[in-house]
């Protein structure tokens, strides 16, 4: 496995390419792994991902640090891609995004996003959000640019204020955090194509367009995405949607008929399930150590 920082830098080269870089995002090591397996670059630990499979409740700023930390190292022991942790708002202040960062790294992350919310956040395709002064959300970033000990721990500011204020204070909020130091900046939930050329032409560093599935952002092609110049096309929780369809139609059809098998295609097969939890590496290391 790469060293963090190798893997940091790796994902600076391609997000700086603005190559609509397809990013999958992942609630637990499992789909962390089943990402990993089908060839994605990158790992999105989500928040609202985590906070619905952890706790089974929506996603309102429920989930805490420690939450963060332990996903994100039980995904980097799992699975050799570049991780970018969405954070919320930090957990606070400048000095709680400072101790974010840092717990954060050590833990494996490549990445980190903050937010623009006022705490508790919310999702940023639900209504009634508030965003802090941009000048505090300056100093949250100078902590985290200052708090992270390689160069390639990446820097993700993003505004929610496009559904407040309107885009135009989005877009200069987007370019206030660049100019004091974030790597990647994220405007949250614009709602056609001409908000979205706009994000990815007037700001200078590379973007993240985040598509929510039934969400307010229009869902185009990758390869649209990738001509308008955007770094990251982020499905950050289609492996979660996925995997809820999945339960409630295998589950259904065994409460419904009492039974369940491999046949009907409603769930992995035995086999599948071991090798995406790397069972055959298991075994050989098994041998391996045998008296």
């Known amino acids: 496995m790469k060293l963090d920082y ?5 994902l600076r080269q391609k997000v700086e390419a603005r190559k609509g870089m397809l990013v999958a995002g992942a609630a637990n090591a499992l ?3 089943i990402i990993y397996e089908l060839g994605f670059e990158a790992i999105y630990l989500s928040g609202a991902g985590l906070t ?13 640090l420690s939450d963060l930390v332990g996903h994100t190292s039980a995904m980097r022991d799992a699975m050799p891609l570049p991780i970018i942790v969405d954070a ?5 202040n400048a000095l709680n995004v400072r101790q974010t960062v840092r717990q954060l790294e050590r833990a494996g992350a490549n990445a980190i996003q903050i937010e623009d919310q006022v705490m508790p956040k919310k999702c940023g395709h639900f209504a009634d959000k508030s965003v802090i002064d941009p000048m505090e959300m300056v100093s949250k970033i100078h902590a985290a640019v200052d708090s992270r000990d390689s160069k390639d721990f990446l820097i993700i500011a993003r505004t929610d204020a496009r559904a407040i204020h309107g885009l135009d204070d989005a877009l200069a909020r987007a370019a206030l955090y660049a100019e004091h130091g974030a790597d990647i900046t994220f405007v949250e939930a ?10 990815a032409t007037e700001l200078s560093c590379p973007q993240i367009v985040n598509v929510v599935i039934g969400g ?6 990758q390869q649209e995405f990738a001509k308008m110049g955007f770094g990251i096309v982020l499905y950050a929780n289609a492996a979660l949607q996925g995997a809820m369809r999945g339960m409630t139609n295998a589950l259904s059809h065994l409460k419904n008929h009492g ?33």
């Open 6 to 10: 190798e893997l940091g830098a790796i």
């Open 31 to 33: 789909a962390a792994r």
């Open 52 to 64: 619905n499979t952890y706790y089974g409740v929506p996603d309102l700023g429920f989930v805490g």
């Open 88 to 92: 919320d708002t930090g957990f606070g």
């Open 190 to 199: 614009p709602v056609d194509v001409s908000e979205l050329k706009r994000i």
């Open 216 to 221: 307010k952002t229009p869902c185009l092609p």
């Open 259 to 291: 039974e369940l098998h491999e046949d009907l295609n409603l769930v992995a097969s035995f086999e599948e399930r071991q090798r995406f939890v790397q069972k055959p590496f298991f075994d050989d290391l098994s041998e391996k150590y045998k008296k």
